[in-house]
């Protein structure tokens, strides 16, 4: 009889997947509830990985000539009420300061005074406050495009919080741009879905589906809205950002005006785009397993950990030396045109505690080092894609060769899976019974698990929608931008359809 | 007669100096007043060399062992009463969120709603919120030191806002450490303040003096505060950063215990040090002048312009493919270990338009191209550290031969000057009337013109201090560190005094 290998994560996926979730993060030491309800803390380990996104993101925003600013965390509440539909969308998750001091309550605790006359929310996102400032910036057609983007905590109340995936207070950046034709602002919109897409795809590793929303899943306030969605492992999909086609709509709320080369005055033509530390849940939740994180190699905050395994002083240097002669090659390497991030862990502790820890906050590339790797000048190297007890014996000549190419691999290896996963997971359904039964959990233990994604017809009413997500909690996650002409029976009312589009469970 | 040169700000520093500074910003194009009181824009030129700030003291944390983390902007009122004189230093300036929604009121607008128990104030800093994290993280003195920093938004209400010194909201990093002996925690306040110093005087150009502030300067909750303090050219104190030994004052409010090597439970050694925006301020009036900003080349967003001179599309060729064979060459200089950020502005203007904007936004090198310098094989140079009609003509041998070499040079001319003039108003005095006399405006015009900075002896008692700052607006700046041991009388009341003090009027 084999032995059942045990898991570093208790429940597993199987088990209970929010479950899971929950414990990959604290075994990964990536973040916590914080004491304000509905607020994360963010740890080192999860911040680390968000400044690897924010930085790679940061680059591809500059290359496609965006400029970074900032604007007010404040919005007073009567700019905020200026565009009818987005004031509605937030209204009733928004944070409202209407004091600036505390004073001595007479009874030993303070109370709020210095009562504001117009009340200030915390920005839920910045399109009042930007375009207020737009509205001055552009006068005239040589001032466009504007191509701004900013780097900010944001605040939408939360009454169920989840870590990463929905917290009251959230980071991320907000692209805002101004152009003077409709088709600019539509390409502008198309390309940053496009910048997203690539930065998912061969930053991540998480295969993604473009498409735009549907009327009712759109932001409040655009004309149209795009977005790439993710299925995660549980096989329901997560949006992982989203690039608005504003209109005029905004640039009507904020007076952006500006004097064309004709000489008249027009209404100039927006977008906005947002991704958020939301795709750190992504990252978990695509490609974790039951022993925890597992970090592409693009985003990771650590390629290689080395573990020195000695039992006395005199195998303590020689193991120590030997690693640093290593590691001072390693230091000369090169992967994704930076530095290979490596660290040597020499805590105090028991080798297996250390190699499971590392594990378990998904390093790419383990290295065991003891007295007789020394003597036959060999490392042996563990991998995250690979099963945590199958190490291989290298020597250190090969891997110093091939060690960019290895975390190449893994990233490759990472995305493959998760693109498999995706595509064996999604189904087009043309029968009704077919769709319900697609899903329909098949395991009472673990309501959450179903069929993935369907691609089906749908003849685009709203009725149809909503009966669908009554139902069965299954919403149209996007249409497709792929998607070809193909006359079809709508899903839900049997009418005519000329689409698929991709249903699903969502996060 | 002469031409007067003009400048291109007014008012000039001479003429008005706080008006100078508006106008510089303006002029540079760095930020605004936003329609939020209090709180500003920061505009992409302002923002770049904040990004530049950020970089650069980012890496110096990271070498001295320190990670960053995130931690809620909100902070629950109960948490904030916990250090009794923590709250009273902030509860005057505090924004507070009572609500967690809007709704209808009936009359067409919106009114707050979903009021909250526990309101929430809006980070003015953060000890109580990171020390309510920290007292989980510290169990033993394995778990110490802990290191972290973070990089955020704070709010501090503000009556009277000024444009990155004093502003409602503002960005800052804030560094929250935690040691098991109070001798590690007095060392890492020093180190910070040490970092802190190099990256004033080495990337900023900002000579500083570092010293302890008195007891009625340090911050509320601190049992010491060490600063940083600049002279700005009218010759006013600007406080730049501060690094906080805390001792147990906030291990006791927020419970931050651990056990020693001996097996015992006891409290840690806290400290906190921050710098913001504000010395972006800093860098305006420490080395602007009546035609804009001058930035230090190893903190400019660039360091090279190259403005193309034509008067046809034959001449436009001739002088783009020239421009074209010198940037080929430039891009593979460095310069302070990063590639030279230099742009060639191309736009259909007026070139002395585009030359002036560059000089305002503070540019380190001009270099003007047109056809006659193609035949010539040079080029035109003008250096933001010399006067903006001074240009040399350089070959362009001597040009990339000298590049990196040249900006090391304005960096250091800009620095020398700064310091020159620190030095210079700095003076030792050691008679009242002649200490009053310092801190008396010459010029009724431009009342805020006075002496500098006074180097006097100082008895130690807080009422001399007051009395100080009630007849003269001036305060003791600091206990420079590297004041010697001397006796002297206090340049208030007489008595013996062991130690000299830095007085200045400040921002």
């Given at each position: 009889?084999?032995?059942?290998?045990?898991?570093?994560?208790?429940?597993?996926?199987?088990?209970?997947?929010p479950?899971?979730?929950?414990q990959?993060?604290?075994?990964?030491d990536?973040?916590?509830?914080?004491?304000?309800?509905?607020?994360?803390v963010?740890?080192?380990?999860?911040?680390?990985?968000?400044?690897?996104?924010?930085?790679?993101?940061?680059?591809?925003?500059?290359?496609?000539?965006?400029?970074?600013?900032?604007?007010?965390?404040?919005?007073?509440?009567?700019?905020?009420?200026?565009?009818?539909?987005?004031?509605?969308?937030?209204?009733?998750?928004?944070?409202?300061v209407?004091?600036?001091r505390?004073?001595?309550?007479?009874?030993g605790?303070?109370?709020?005074?210095?009562?504001?006359?117009?009340?200030?929310?915390i920005?839920?996102?910045?399109?009042?406050?930007?375009?207020?400032?737009?509205?001055?910036?552009?006068?005239?057609?040589?001032?466009?495009?504007l191509?701004?983007?900013?780097?900010?905590?944001?605040?939408?109340?939360?009454?169920?919080?989840?870590?990463?995936?929905r917290?009251?207070e959230?980071?991320?950046?907000e692209?805002?741009?101004?152009h003077?034709t409709?088709?600019?602002?539509?390409?502008?919109?198309?390309?940053?879905?496009?910048?997203?897409?690539?930065?998912a795809?061969?930053?991540?590793?998480?295969?993604?589906?473009?498409?735009?929303?549907?009327?009712s899943?759109?932001?409040?306030?655009?004309?149209?809205?795009?977005?790439?969605?993710?299925?995660?492992?549980?096989?329901?999909?997560?949006?992982?950002?989203?690039?608005?086609?504003?209109?005029?709509?905004?640039a009507?709320?904020?007076?952006?005006?500006?004097q064309?080369?004709?000489?008249?005055?027009?209404?100039?033509?927006?977008?906005?785009?947002?991704v958020?530390?939301?795709?750190?849940?992504?990252?978990?939740m695509?490609?974790?397993?039951?022993?925890?994180?597992?970090?592409?190699?693009?985003?990771a905050?650590l390629?290689?950990?080395?573990?020195?395994?000695?039992?006395?002083?005199?195998?303590?240097?020689?193991?120590?030396?030997f690693?640093?002669?290593i590691?001072?090659?390693?230091?000369?390497?090169?992967?994704?045109d930076?530095?290979?991030?490596?660290?040597?862990d020499g805590r105090?502790?028991?080798?297996?505690?250390?190699?499971?820890?590392?594990?378990?906050?998904?390093?790419?590339?383990?290295l065991?080092?003891?007295?007789?790797?020394?003597?036959?000048?060999?490392?042996?190297?563990?991998?995250?894609?690979?099963?945590?007890?199958?190490?291989?014996?290298?020597?250190?000549?090969?891997?110093?060769?091939?060690?960019?190419?290895?975390?190449?691999e893994?990233?490759?290896?990472?995305?493959?899976?998760a693109?498999?996963?995706?595509?064996?997971?999604?189904?087009?359904?043309?029968?009704?019974?077919?769709?319900?039964?697609?899903?329909?959990?098949?395991?009472?233990?673990n309501?959450?698990?179903?069929?993935?994604?369907?691609?089906?017809?749908?003849?685009?009413?709203?009725?149809?929608?909503?009966k669908?997500?009554?139902?069965l909690?299954?919403?149209?996650?996007c249409?497709p931008?792929?998607?070809?002409?193909?006359?079809?029976?709508?899903?839900?009312c049997?009418?005519?359809?000329?689409?698929?589009?991709i249903?699903?469970?969502?996060?």
């Open positions: 009889m084999a032995e059942q290998e045990k898991t570093a994560i208790t429940p597993t996926r199987e088990e209970n997947y479950g899971w979730y929950q990959v993060i604290k075994a990964a990536m973040a916590e509830n914080s004491e304000v309800r509905g607020c994360m963010i740890k080192p380990w999860g911040y680390a990985i968000w400044e690897n996104i924010q930085k790679n993101l940061d680059i591809m925003f500059k290359e496609t000539g965006h400029v970074n600013a900032y604007f007010p965390l404040f919005i007073p509440k009567s700019f905020f009420e200026k565009e009818a539909e987005h004031v509605e969308g937030f209204a009733k998750e928004c944070a409202v209407t004091h600036s505390l004073e001595d309550d007479g009874k605790g303070l109370r709020p005074a210095g009562k504001l006359t117009d009340e200030l929310i920005r839920p996102t910045s399109e009042t406050i930007i375009g207020a400032s737009f509205s001055k910036w552009v006068n005239s057609y040589r001032d466009l495009p191509l701004i983007n900013q780097w900010a905590n944001v605040v939408r109340w939360e009454m169920r919080p989840r870590l990463f995936l917290t009251t959230f980071l991320w950046q692209g805002h741009t101004v003077a409709k088709e600019d602002a539509i390409e502008e919109t198309y390309k940053m879905l496009n910048v997203y897409t690539r930065f795809e061969e930053y991540l590793a998480i295969p993604v589906i473009q498409g735009e929303k549907t009327e899943e759109k932001f409040p306030g655009a004309v149209s809205t795009y977005t790439f969605e993710a299925m995660m492992q549980d096989k329901k999909a997560l949006q992982g950002g989203t690039s608005h086609f504003l209109g005029l709509n905004f009507k709320a904020s007076n952006i005006k500006f064309n080369r004709e000489g008249k005055e027009e209404y100039a033509w927006t977008t906005s785009w947002g958020s530390t939301r795709l750190i849940g992504a990252l978990i695509t490609h974790g397993d039951d022993n925890g994180l597992i970090l592409p190699p693009r985003i905050p390629h290689v950990v080395i573990i020195p395994i000695y039992r006395n002083k005199d195998e303590q240097n020689k193991v120590g030396n690693i640093e002669s590691t001072e090659k390693i230091r000369h390497l090169k992967y994704n930076e530095k290979i991030k490596f660290k040597i105090d502790m028991r080798g297996g505690e250390k190699l499971w820890e590392w594990i378990k906050k998904g390093v790419p590339i383990r065991e080092i003891g007295p007789r790797d020394v003597d036959s000048n060999s490392v042996f190297m563990g991998r995250r894609d690979k099963r945590p007890r199958e190490k291989v014996g290298v020597s250190v000549d090969d891997l110093l060769k091939n060690l960019p190419s290895i975390l190449d893994i990233q490759n290896n990472i995305y493959q899976k693109l498999n996963f995706q595509i064996e997971n999604t189904i087009k359904i043309d029968g009704k019974n077919s769709f319900y039964q697609f899903f329909t959990p098949k395991n009472k233990n309501p959450e698990i179903h069929g993935g994604f369907a691609n089906s017809h749908w003849c685009g009413s709203s009725k149809c929608e909503e669908i997500k009554d139902d909690k299954v919403t149209i996650r249409i931008l792929d998607a070809y002409e193909e006359i079809g029976k709508c899903i839900c049997g009418k005519e359809s000329k689409k698929r589009v249903f699903a469970k969502a996060y």
